[in-house]
Structures are given as C-alpha cells and as structure tokens.
C-alpha cells in the first residue's frame, strides 16, 4: 500500500521461467506492492510452474498465445478485479528494474499524473543498457513523429515500464486494440486523447539475451503501426475521420 491505495504489479509473461523470481523478489524488495499477477501466454518453457510458486501473487495461463497485447488486456482486467488503485507492468525478464516501483506509484497516488512511465532515454541509459543502434534511431523518430501529432511532450513513447490509476484502465476501450505489440501504442494514444496527463521517470534497462525483443521485421510492422496511430490521433482531433480508438461521449 501506498497512501491507502492498493498496488497492483502485473506481469505479461512469455517464456519467462529463468528471470521470473529475480524480478519478483525485487518488485516485493520495494515494499509497497500488496499483489503480483502473472499472465503467462502458453510459455512452452517452465514459466507456469515457477509463478505458481510465488507467494502472494496471482497466476493465469492462457490456453493458447493471445500476443503480447491480448496478454496485458488480462493483467488489467485481472487487476481491476483484485481491487487495485495502482496498476504498474513489469516485465518479468528482468529489462526494466523494479527499484523505480515507489516512485512511480507516489506519483499517481498524490495526484501528479494518472499515468507514469519509465523512460530508457531520460539520463541516456538506452545506449549504455545495450539498446541496439537501430533501435535507438527508430525509437528517437517515431516518439517525435507521436509528440508532434499527439501534441505530446515524452521522451520516449515505446518503453514497456508503465504504472496507471484505477480511472485510466476503467475508461480506456482496451478491448479494440490490438493484441500484437501495436498494443502499448494505441494504449498510450488513449490516455492522451481522453487528457490525461503522464509523468516520466528515469529508467536504467539492460539487454541480455534473456531479454524479450521483437525481431527486425515485427519491428519494422510495429514502426508503420505507431506512424497510423499518430496520423489517425490528429485526423480524430480534428474532425475528419472517425475511430473505435478514439471514440467522443459529447
């Protein structure tokens, strides 16, 4: 708990047996985390087997692989069930460290943003934690390509460190997105478009092999995904075009 507010930490896994409970143990190590939930996406190695038997923490196994984005629609909706107040996403590889839990939680929890993430560029910890060069080229493009046509102002649009009030996953339609990993960006257009404001942290990473990754050409489908996403925002805001994404209650 956090100033009484409960504090969720989800867990999309795939193939995650080997780093799952050094990630654990340092997301209980902050103290302020009252459940972990485990979503593993049809893990062909022992992912199952090691999340279960983690103490507090909540499993689910999905019969077949739903995608990187099918799986987070669980941990949310999960999440919501338990009762969270405070929702932060983890990924149990390890990539993301967990030291920056209290920060972020205190950030929603005393109001200053509803939505926080953890950001590789701030402090320039991309390149020194082992991004690769292209990687760091297309993700430096494409958040400015977002900024200018969201009218957003983030350093990096594409970390998987997220941390999200009760209120934002209540409203978001998470269920029309995509369940590839298109998903994170159409997630972060959502919470933009409905006003909410997001806080950023800096965020040391590190890739190892262990870490999860998309390949090139996934890369490459992602990149054009993120592009649409911000042309379709603006169209949206301007009246133009109409979408499920973006939908208007006035």
Known sequence: MYRDKKIVVVMPAYNAA???VQTYEEVMAQG????????DDASHDETMAVAQKLPNTRVFKHPKNT????NQKT???LALEAGADIVIMVHPDYQYTPKLIPAMASMIANGLHPCVLGSRILGGYALKGGMPLWRYVSNRFLTLFSNIFTGA???EFHTGYRAFSREILQRLPLEVNSDDFIFDNQMLAQVLWFGYTIGEVSCPTRYARESSSINFRRSVKYGFGCLRMAILFRLAKMNLVKSKYFPRYD
């Open 67 to 70: 995608g990187y984005g099918g």
């Open 153 to 155: 102002k983030l350093s």
């Open 75 to 77: 941990c949310y909706r």
């Open 32 to 39: 302020v985390v009252d459940l972990a939930i485990v979503v």
């Open 18 to 20: 080997k780093t799952l």
